[in-house]
């Protein structure tokens, strides 16, 4: 199915991670997207309707960003991700794919898991995971949103991939930004119709410089139709 051209609502984004290089990566990325608050901090600490946390595909909260999640928390929400995982995927979540599920807390009222590896730790720093676990965070957004509109309004990310990942906080960022430009374009009738899109230009991504930018056009799936920027 093809991805609709979309006029999206707004919605507060906020990039935070105690890393350094990655909101240095990131100022640079999003230099020309003012909207986007960017700072250092834990992902804690932000009063957001939404986190999104970097996972593997069976949503098991062990480690990095996960852990934390979990131990904020509380145990129970890996139990509620593995139920999402369980009845919406099989148990098994595809990277390009995310569930959104209620956190049981005030703030943030909302997890959106999205795996950016299949295993619990897994270098990924050759792939296009980043970019295609952020854009399915965005999907879950609208999504939710279709279910019950207006109940996220804000959403806190880290860097995607960046530690145990051990994706280069510079291609973190680009991707990320590749991931949060469909969002705003566009919307996908599922995330198999999102995979497809961003995989038939896998080529003008791959080859794109560390320093570069790419955005993804859904119009040209067929052909090789991601723009630089």
């Not at 009738?189 to 790419?214: G, K, M, Y």
Request: hydrophobic share 40%; charged share 20%.
């Amino acid at each position: 199915m093809t991805a609709n051209r979309l006029t999206q609502p707004p919605l507060r984004v906020v990039l935070t991670d105690l890393d350094a290089g990655v909101v240095e990566a990131w100022r640079a990325a999003f230099a020309d997207t003012p909207d986007i608050e960017i700072r250092k901090g834990s992902i804690l600490d932000e009063k957001a309707d939404a986190w999104v946390n970097p996972t593997n595909s069976r949503g098991r909260m062990d480690g990095g960003t996960d852990a934390a999640v979990k131990r904020h928390l509380g145990a129970g929400i890996q139990l509620r991700v593995q139920r999402a995982i369980r009845d919406g995927f099989g148990g098994n979540l595809p990277v390009g794919s995310a569930v959104c599920v209620p956190s049981g807390a005030v703030t943030p009222k909302f997890l959106i898991p999205t795996p950016t590896m299949q295993e619990s730790s897994q270098n990924v720093s050759g792939t296009l995971n980043v970019a295609l676990a952020c854009a399915a965070a965005f999907q879950a957004i609208h999504q939710q949103n279709a279910r019950t509109p207006g109940s996220i309004e804000s959403v806190a990310l880290v860097g995607m991939g960046a530690r145990t990942g051990r994706v280069p906080a510079r291609v973190c960022a680009n991707l990320m930004w590749t991931g949060y430009t469909l969002f705003n374009d566009h919307r996908f009738e599922d995330f198999d119709d999102l995979r497809s899109t961003i995989t038939a230009q896998l080529d003008d991504l791959e080859a794109a410089p560390a320093t570069q930018r790419v955005r993804i056009d859904p119009s040209r799936r067929g052909a090789s139709g991601a723009r630089t920027r």
